[in-house]
């Protein structure tokens, strides 16, 4: 009986279980190495958009993540003041980019991603270093604290600050700030109705956005050094910022406790790696591209790198043709988004919106075209065909 080929992936994230599912459906024998106690997810919730799903279709799992899709009707862009900069439809965007877009909490895909895995293959408290990433003649090398297993592939979705990308790349420079910290609620809201939104202040931002299990989820950026915290909790921070918003921001702000926000720091991977890969060691998701929220690809990304990468299993050099090109494009369009949606200059700030509103009363499509290569991603199979190694 021929053993099955082994993978490790390093990393038990949401990108890291997508890989594991997708190299277990082509028969790779698969172990999950996850440093943390439990699955417990980085952030509140997760927006995954048409590509995303379809990379889920590939799993197996899209159409039953698309059934959670909760956002329905006119949402849009707004200013502090509560007026609208632009109207969005959800039924317009499916139409144009081939689905909906779901919100759903992080835990709930997390553990979906575990579902597809046999058992045991997870294994928790797991801290993982890659000790030699292998080459044509010799598997790649792992240490977990006294054991030393050999794979014939590992992937790298250990996260930004990746141990596994330090290794391979021991010059490249690494993540740096972005220059704004973000702010996340995943919390009932009792009461209040409102038209999902974002908004765009100087050096702030807002969002609000219902979610099919009844909670709302909410999200605030602002300009700030690196490194900070409040000085008494990070809801009476958000008060400070928000607390003058339009409606729905003071009702939100009030149904939130202090311990429901959670506070990080956004940093991206500005100088590109020269690869995705070295050896038998592959690197998806933020350890090879982290980049800034502001279009809501990260995790996306992550999912597409993932089914990408269990096609091109065979031949590393093609999983890096086919990801890099793209990942770096969406992460520069991202910076590029963040200088304006995150404006300070009161200048800026107001051509910036005068430019929105005329946008959209031209035609809420100019609003969307700049998505439509992002979304508009097909994977290298169709849905529920068989992933061959």
Same mark, same amino acid.
């Not at 417990?40 to 899209?62: M, T, Y």
């Not at 759903?104 to 575990?114: D, E, F, H, S």
């Not at 933020?286 to 990304?301: E, I, K, R, V």
């Not at 999983?319 to 992460?331: D, E, H, K, M, V």
């Given at each position: 009986?021929?053993?099955?080929?082994?993978?490790?992936?390093?990393?038990?994230?949401?990108?890291?279980?997508?890989?594991?599912?997708?190299?277990?459906?082509?028969?790779?024998?698969?172990?999950?190495?996850?440093?943390?106690?439990?699955?417990?997810?980085?952030?509140?919730?997760?927006?995954?958009?048409?590509?995303?799903?379809?990379?889920?279709?590939?799993?197996?799992?899209?159409?039953?993540?698309?059934?959670?899709?909760?956002?329905?009707?006119?949402?849009? +862009?707004?200013?502090?003041?509560?007026?609208? +900069?632009?109207?969005?439809?959800?039924?317009?965007?499916?139409?144009?980019?081939?689905?909906?877009?779901? +919100?759903?909490?992080?835990?709930?895909?997390?553990?979906?991603?575990?579902?597809?895995?046999?058992?045991?293959?997870?294994?928790?408290?797991?801290?993982?270093?890659?000790?030699?990433?292998?080459?044509?003649?010799?598997?790649?090398?792992?240490?977990?604290?006294d054991e030393e297993p050999e794979a014939e592939l590992v992937v790298g979705a250990d996260g930004i600050n990746s141990h596994v990308r330090r290794a391979l790349f021991p010059q490249h420079p690494g993540p740096q700030y972005a220059g704004f910290t973000t702010w996340r609620v995943l919390i009932p809201v009792p009461g209040v109705r409102f038209a999902s939104h974002e908004t765009w202040g100087r050096g702030r931002i807002w969002g609000t956005h219902p979610v099919k299990d009844g909670r709302v989820y909410a999200y605030a950026a602002a300009m700030t050094p690196a490194g900070g915290r409040a000085p008494d909790d990070e809801k009476a921070e958000l008060q400070r910022l928000f607390g003058d918003w339009h409606d729905p921001i003071p009702a939100v702000l009030a149904a939130a406790r202090p311990e429901d926000v959670l506070r990080h720091d956004v940093h991206h991977i500005a100088t590109p790696l020269p690869a995705y890969h070295s050896?038998?060691?592959?690197?998806?998701?933020?350890?090879?591209?982290?980049?800034?929220?502001?279009?809501?690809?990260?995790?996306?990304?992550?999912m597409e790198d993932a089914v990408v990468l269990a096609h091109h299993s065979a031949d590393l050099a093609a999983?890096?043709?086919?990801?890099?090109?793209?990942?770096?494009?969406?992460?520069r369009q991202a910076v590029r988004a963040a200088r304006v949606n995150m404006a300070g200059n009161p200048v800026a700030v107001a051509v910036r919106d005068t430019v929105i509103a005329a946008l959209s009363k031209a035609g809420p499509a100019l609003l969307l075209r700049g998505f439509d290569d992002i979304a508009g991603w097909r994977p290298p199979y169709a849905a529920g065909e068989a992933i061959k190694r």
């Open positions: 009986m021929v053993r099955s080929a082994r993978a490790i992936v390093i990393g038990g994230g949401i990108g890291g279980l997508a890989a594991a599912a997708a190299l277990h459906r082509g028969g790779w024998d698969v172990t999950v190495l996850e440093r943390a106690s439990s699955l417990e997810p980085v952030g509140a919730a997760i927006s995954l958009a048409p590509n995303a799903l379809r990379a889920l279709d590939v799993l197996g799992i899209g159409e039953e993540i698309r059934d959670l899709a909760a956002w329905q009707g006119d949402g849009g +862009l707004r200013t502090p003041s509560g007026r609208w +900069l632009s109207r969005s439809s959800a039924e317009a965007a499916a139409a144009r980019f081939g689905g909906p877009l779901v +919100l759903l909490p992080r835990a709930t895909l997390v553990g979906r991603l575990a579902g597809l895995l046999p058992p045991g293959a997870v294994r928790t408290a797991a801290a993982a270093h890659l000790a030699d990433p292998g080459d044509g003649r010799r598997p790649a090398r792992v240490i977990i604290g050896g038998r060691v592959a690197l998806l998701g933020d350890a090879a591209h982290a980049m800034p929220p502001t279009l809501g690809q990260g995790g996306n990304q992550a999983y890096t043709g086919a990801r890099l090109p793209r990942t770096i494009a969406i992460a």
